[in-house]
């Protein structure tokens, strides 16, 4: 699994901890992805480790998450999709099947990898990719495939608003395609392996369910909506309807919260306060009569009573005044 992003699209939030790492309603946002994985046979995870490797250990500890066995490789230097996975493959050595999935640790989905595996299976394929149809692929790449599933092109992003079909980040490899990819150097698997592989045993299979990239202010709001309403499976569980609210979080009798929101951990929302569609990380505090909406509170955050913050984020340890 690719975790060495800096995740700079959603700054101030990754500032001190790797997007992997950040709390996406209950639990750390890698754990939605260790778990997806062993609902599919995965017993072990290898996370290609580079930027704050220490705050994802943190984040998930050491050993094993849910009965799946975690090993932490942490790259010297930032290599690439393709060169990140040689890296690990090279780090773990012969525990390294001949057949492993490879996979981008920015998703939420709850996607069938073991149709996938199967197809891959059934094709004889070098590689295998999932793709996921999109109303707007203006911000992805495009994959092209025959009938059979074998891809023929790939188009780089358009800028267009057009319907189509784009990697899902979900991989399965056989351990031969590790020879395309130098040692030692930054490598694209996107733009510097998989093309050479069209034609030679590159194909894709379309998977149906959720997916989301939770790369943006935007979409991780969003995405904290779709498991709180039920959009994609997980064992997270609202305490109301669209609304959670964590241990020892403090919402005082007359604060309105909702109608949706996340009040994490050790959270406080003081008197005649309003919290609506925004999330409070752990530790945050919102005053008397202060307005939240349509933000996130980073740790530690606080609002001041009386302050207002609309479609915001407010960093870690934060302070945001009442307006004089």
Excluded at 29 to 42: D, P, R
Excluded at 132 to 147: H, I, K
Excluded at 293 to 305: D, K, Q, R, T, W
Aim: glycine share 12%; charged share 25%; proline share 5%.
């Amino acid at each position: 699994m690719l975790v060495g992003g800096e995740g700079t699209r959603l700054r101030p939030l990754t500032d001190n901890v790797p997007k992997p790492a950040l709390t996406l309603v209950d639990r750390p946002f890698l754990a939605y992805m260790v778990e997806w994985l062993g609902a599919h046979g995965v017993t072990e995870v290898v996370l290609a480790c580079g930027f704050l490797p220490d705050r994802l250990r943190e984040a998930l500890g050491d050993g094993e998450h849910e009965g799946v066995a975690l090993t932490y490789v942490v790259e010297p230097e930032l290599r690439g999709t393709a060169g990140a996975i040689r890296f690990a493959a090279e780090a773990i050595g012969d525990r390294l099947e001949d057949r492993f999935l490879t996979l981008n640790g920015d998703v939420l989905t709850d996607l069938d990898l073991s149709a996938l595996l199967r197809a891959h299976e059934r094709r004889g394929a070098r590689a295998t990719l999932g793709i996921y149809g999109v109303e707007d692929s203006s911000t992805f790449g495009l994959v092209a495939c025959d009938a059979a599933g074998a891809v023929l092109a790939f188009t780089e992003k358009t800028g267009e608003a057009v319907p189509g079909e784009i990697s899902a980040g979900a991989y399965v490899l056989e351990r031969s395609v590790l020879d395309l990819i130098p040692p030692g150097r930054k490598v694209s698997i996107e733009t510097e392996v998989f093309p050479r592989l069209v034609g030679d045993g590159l194909c894709a299979l379309r998977l149906d369910g959720y997916w989301m990239d939770i790369g943006t202010h935007e979409r991780y709001l969003q995405a904290t909506w779709d498991i709180l309403e039920g959009r994609v499976e997980t064992e997270v569980r609202a305490t109301a309807p669209g609304l959670f609210l964590g241990a020892d979080s403090a919402v005082a009798d007359s604060a309105r919260v909702g109608p949706r929101a996340v009040v994490a951990a050790r959270c406080s929302v003081g008197e005649d306060a309003e919290v609506a569609d925004s999330v409070l990380l752990a530790g945050s505090t919102v005053g008397a009569g202060a307005r939240v909406s349509g933000s996130i509170l980073a740790p530690g955050a606080v609002v001041e009573p009386g302050a207002r913050v609309d479609d915001a984020i407010v960093a870690e340890n934060e302070r945001v005044p009442a307006q004089r």
